[in-house]
């Protein structure tokens, strides 16, 4: 057994062997290191490019939150129906706004979103089918609004 841990030595080496260890100089260990940083940072940014946060331009019917719920399952084909006064009456205006996406699914408007869409109603003469386009970041169910427009 001795004898063949000689043989994985230099002639001369005083270094005894350790046992299950690799010995790399100093050199090759800052390789390693600089290596391992860059696959940290290269994981970290691919972990943040999949977060759920992303800007996008978003395609629907405005509804007040709590017409949203009722009608869920209704879908688009219920916000389209949606009408402005219902979506003004005190009720509804409090519950806050939202967006019904063309593939019936309701996200959610930010504070800013819900001031954004009461000042949309109010300046409009449409009665229903009011159909927006919203600029923000989605995350989840939930939208931030930078900018809501009729489409």
């Not at 706004?97 to 449409?126: C, H, I, Y």
């Amino acid at each position: 057994m001795n004898s063949c841990r000689v043989r994985n030595f230099a002639v001369g080496s005083t270094k005894q062997p350790t046992a299950g260890l690799l010995q790399v100089p100093w050199e090759s260990q800052l390789e390693v290191t600089t290596v391992k940083r860059l696959l940290l940072v290269l994981s970290v940014l691919t972990l943040l490019s999949t977060l759920p946060l992303s800007a996008e331009a978003v395609d629907g019917y405005l509804m007040d939150t709590m017409c949203s719920v009722m009608m869920a399952d209704k879908g688009v084909e219920g916000a389209k129906k949606h009408t402005k006064a219902c979506g003004m009456a005190p009720d509804c205006k409090k519950s806050g706004f939202g967006v019904v996406t063309l593939d019936s699914v309701f996200l959610k408007f930010d504070t800013e979103g819900d001031k954004k869409a009461v000042e949309l109603l109010e300046g409009t003469d449409k009665t229903d089918n009011i159909q927006v386009t919203v600029d923000g970041e989605v995350d989840g169910k939930k939208i931030a609004v930078k900018s809501l427009t009729l489409s």
